[in-house]
């Protein structure tokens, strides 16, 4: 049981390259999310998907878009990466979205634009 | 909006003593949840301690407890016989019961505290 998984762990991009995250789940959760990381914050939220086949914006989706390819993977994609996209990614799942369940994090994904 | 602060950027402890870490949060909503999170250097974002707001007794998961103050508040995590195990950066976090206009139940997290355990 792997729990929640990304890939890659690691990303350099130059400013206006485009790239995809990778997330995926085993353990049968139908909410998924996007936070990312930045230095002296704490996560802030992309994206969400309460279930398969729908999305929704979180606090700071402008510069991403996102699929839920099915109920395990979601995936996050910079179009056109800029230096302010610099920063840890993290995906995370849950049983549902109500507030009584608890979100499972993957290891992050760190990316950096130049 | 739900904001979340955490006005310790940096804490420290001796092996075996105990540590206290504030958290103080604001909102107009009545039911809610809290959460700490602890951050290794791994990154991994680890669950520490759930509180939910409507319950009073303050919640515990073997050395860690909290102290909630709902008038206040406050949602404090104390750490008792810290090991050296225990150091990370430490995160408090909000969630609302609501779904709001694209924020959909999110986590709202503080800018988090990092713990040293000094042997």
């Known amino acids: 049981n792997a729990g929640v998984t990304q890939t890659p762990k690691f990303q350099v991009l130059k400013t206006g390259q485009s790239m995809t995250l990778q997330c995926a789940q085993d353990m049968n959760h139908n909410s998924m999310y996007w936070y990312r990381q930045d230095p002296g914050m704490g996560l802030r939220l992309i994206y969400y998907?309460?279930?398969?086949?729908?999305?929704d914006k979180g606090e700071v989706p402008n510069g991403y878009n996102v699929s839920r390819l099915n109920k395990r993977e979601f995936s996050l994609r910079l179009e056109s990466a800029a230096p302010s996209q610099t920063s840890v990614y993290f995906c995370?799942?849950?049983?549902?979205?109500?507030?009584?369940?608890?979100?499972?994090f993957g290891p992050g994904t760190r990316l950096t634009v130049t | 909006a739900q904001t979340v602060t955490q006005s310790q950027p940096e804490m420290s402890v001796q092996e075996a003593e105990t540590v206290t870490l504030s958290c103080t949060y604001d909102?107009?909503?009545?039911?809610?949840?809290l959460f700490w999170y602890k951050q290794p250097p791994s990154r991994q974002m680890i669950l520490v301690i759930r509180?939910?707001?409507?319950?009073?007794q303050n919640a515990t998961e073997n050395r860690f407890s909290v102290n909630f103050q709902k008038a206040a508040k406050s949602f404090s995590l104390k750490i008792s016989d810290s090991q050296l195990g225990d150091a990370a950066m430490y995160f408090c976090?909000?969630?609302?019961?609501?779904?709001?206009?694209?924020?959909?139940?999110?986590?709202?997290f503080g800018s988090g505290t990092q713990l040293t355990v000094l042997p």
């Open positions: 509180q939910e707001a409507y319950k009073q």
């Open positions: 976090a909000y969630r609302s019961p609501l779904i709001s206009s694209g924020s959909a139940r999110q986590l709202t």
């Open positions: 998907s309460a279930s398969e086949g729908t999305t």
């Open positions: 909102t107009s909503e009545s039911d809610y949840y």
């Open positions: 995370a799942s849950s049983v549902s979205g109500s507030i009584a369940y608890e979100q499972y």
